[in-house]
């Protein structure tokens, strides 16, 4: 019904924000959208089980968004059959001072997926090229060679987050964690009336945040920092996924079939036995049914 290709970024050089829809140009029903979602999780769940067991490979799923644009509650969609002893998802808020005190990366690798698992970033280390770039006087409370005052660094100083970034991820690669990259692609239009929703909406009040409305006066400038993150950091080993997000079934789906797709051509394979252990079997099963 969808192809996640038609989503998939591997060489940014010629990538404009601009060119990719907030909504499927195709429409679907949403209980195919839904049917869809539930039938892609449970094959999720059942393919995060064998990763488990596998035990050599791991998954990585990031998550980077505007505000409202529903990364949570695609994040439970996704995972919702996946046994949570395999997976761990991070939610990263504002650095802490002990984070501070290092690199922008160090948070990060801490919370990267070990064998076997997968790991879910909400929020990232694409937040240092983003909300660090709309706002760069945060750069002075990092403790920085050369940093002293919020004037933005320059190009150069971004050109070289970028490379760190690169080089972060394909380390990752290397080492056996396969990574995808989920930016959900939302209109200001939706996310005003996602906005409003928490406001009329007192179950949805706690959701609400003063802050969120003014970052979105800074979304022209927030549209242009993905746009040079994605081009940037785009590749085969770590791609991006330009999600539509108006609509959060579709995202859900989307996102789901990517995530089916790629546990799928990784083929996890759960262990055989020797032959010798596997010959044990029949005298230890002999001996339990004696007790």
Same mark, same amino acid.
């Given at each position: 019904m969808?192809?996640?290709?038609?989503?998939?970024?591997?060489? &940014?050089?010629?990538?404009?924000?601009?060119?990719?829809?907030?909504?499927?140009?195709?429409t679907?029903?949403?209980?195919?959208?839904k049917d869809s979602v539930k039938q892609d999780a449970k094959q999720i769940g059942k393919l995060q089980d064998k990763l488990y067991a596998e035990n050599n490979r791991s998954l990585l799923l990031i998550f980077q968004a505007m505000d409202a644009a529903g990364k949570d509650s695609c994040i439970a969609r996704v995972l919702g059959d996946v046994n949570p002893q395999g997976c761990r998802v991070t939610s990263?808020?504002?650095?802490?001072?002990?984070?501070?005190?290092?690199?922008?990366?160090?948070?990060h690798a801490k919370a990267t997926p070990s064998t076997g698992m997968f790991g879910v970033h909400n929020r990232s280390h694409y937040e240092e090229v983003l909300v660090v770039k709309v706002h760069p006087e945060y750069l002075v &409370?990092?403790?920085?060679?050369?940093?002293?005052? &919020?004037?933005?660094p320059g190009k150069d100083f971004w050109e070289a987050r970028y490379a760190s970034i690169r080089n972060f991820e394909e380390h990752l690669s290397r080492q056996g964690t396969?990574?995808?990259?989920?930016?959900?692609?939302? &209109?200001?239009?939706?996310?005003?009336?996602?906005?409003?929703?928490?406001? %009329?909406?007192?179950e949805k009040n706690w959701k609400f945040s003063m802050g969120d409305v003014k970052e979105r006066g800074h979304w022209?400038?927030?549209m242009a920092a993905y746009e040079a993150a994605i081009c940037a950091t785009s590749a085969s080993h770590a791609p991006w996924?330009?999600?539509?997000?108006?609509?959060?079934? %579709?995202?859900?789906?989307?996102i789901c079939r990517a995530v089916r797709e790629q546990l799928e051509a990784m083929d996890p394979q759960i262990p055989t036995m020797s032959d010798k252990a596997a010959a044990e079997l029949p005298e230890v099963a002999k001996a339990l049914n004696a007790e």
């Open positions: 969808i192809d996640p290709h038609d989503f998939r970024i591997t060489a &940014g050089s010629m990538f404009k924000l601009a060119d990719h829809p907030t909504q499927l140009v195709k679907f029903t949403k209980d195919d959208l990263f808020k504002a650095p802490t001072t002990d984070e501070l005190a290092h690199d922008f990366l160090w948070r &409370g990092q403790h920085l060679p050369g940093i002293t005052s &919020g004037n933005d396969t990574i995808m990259k989920f930016y959900l692609h939302m &209109g200001r239009e939706a996310q005003k009336e996602r906005f409003l929703e928490r406001i %009329e909406d007192p022209d400038e927030y996924y330009i999600v539509p997000a108006d609509d959060q079934w %579709e995202t859900r789906a989307i």
